[in-house]
């Protein structure tokens, strides 16, 4: 009897263990909604003028500066330390308050750029989401902890507080975090382009 049941057992695993393994295909598409909500903000000038690849160099763009992004003026690079140590530090200027002066340089505390892995500035929808999806390219392993980030980081809130002259990103930093959680829940999907 035990015997007859251990065969039927070893009949019957295999194909559950099987329909099991493969989920029903998720449909990407509430993903995808999700990350072009996310990469609106990304891809801001107020998010994508410091996310610049390995040259360091920030970008100016907006009401202030005319709508075509121009490289930051008076030679400003960031370099390894991507925080300017080692020719003329960002903070030098950029104080953890936004200058009242027309043209006076914005501000937020440790003003500086992030790594050149996280250059968003010039790139497609498509690229920035393959590299933000990747664990080993994002500064941050954990997806809470980039929701931590978004919420509490004195450089994004600046985002939608940049001053006068410059225009916010569209949502709140509330909105995007939620936005980034639920995509991430979603399963990370990506656009093809
Ligand atoms: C010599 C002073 C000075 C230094 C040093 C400096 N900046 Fe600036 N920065 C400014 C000024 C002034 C503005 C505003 C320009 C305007 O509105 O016309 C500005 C604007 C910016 C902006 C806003 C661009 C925009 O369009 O919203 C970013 C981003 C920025 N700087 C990044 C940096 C980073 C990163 C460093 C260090 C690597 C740095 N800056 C070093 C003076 C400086
Ligand atoms: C003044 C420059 C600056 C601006 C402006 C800025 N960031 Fe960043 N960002 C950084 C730096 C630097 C880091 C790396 C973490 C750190 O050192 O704080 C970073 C990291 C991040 C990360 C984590 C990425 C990862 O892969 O781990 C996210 C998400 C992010 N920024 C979102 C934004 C958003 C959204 C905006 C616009 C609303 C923005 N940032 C504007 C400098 C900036």
């Known amino acids: 009897m035990i015997r007859y049941a251990l065969l039927i057992l070893l009949i019957a695993c295999p194909a559950e263990a099987v329909a099991e393994a493969q989920p029903p295909a998720r449909d990407p598409a509430p993903g995808l909604a ?37 490289p930051h003026g008076m030679n400003i690079v960031a370099g390894d330390s991507r925080n300017g140590a080692t020719y003329l530090a960002c903070t030098a200027c950029h104080t953890p308050r936004n200058s009242e002066m027309p043209h006076g340089p914005p501000g937020a505390v440790d003003w500086k750029l992030p790594a050149p892995e996280r250059q968003w500035f010039d790139k497609s929808s498509a690229e920035i989401c393959r590299q933000f999806r990747d664990p080993r390219l994002r500064g941050m392993a954990s997806i809470d902890d980039v929701v931590d980030h978004i919420r509490n980081d004195g450089k994004v809130r600046w985002g939608w507080s940049p001053g006068p002259g410059r225009a916010a990103p569209p949502y709140s930093a509330d909105q995007l975090a939620a936005f980034v959680a639920q995509w991430d829940k979603s399963g990370a999907p990506c656009p093809e382009q």
């Open 34 to 70: 999700l990350w072009s909500r996310i990469n609106e903000v990304f891809s801001h000038p107020r998010c994508a003028n410091c996310h610049v690849g390995e040259d360091g160099v920030p970008m100016w763009s907006g009401a202030s500066n005319g709508p075509v992004a121009r």
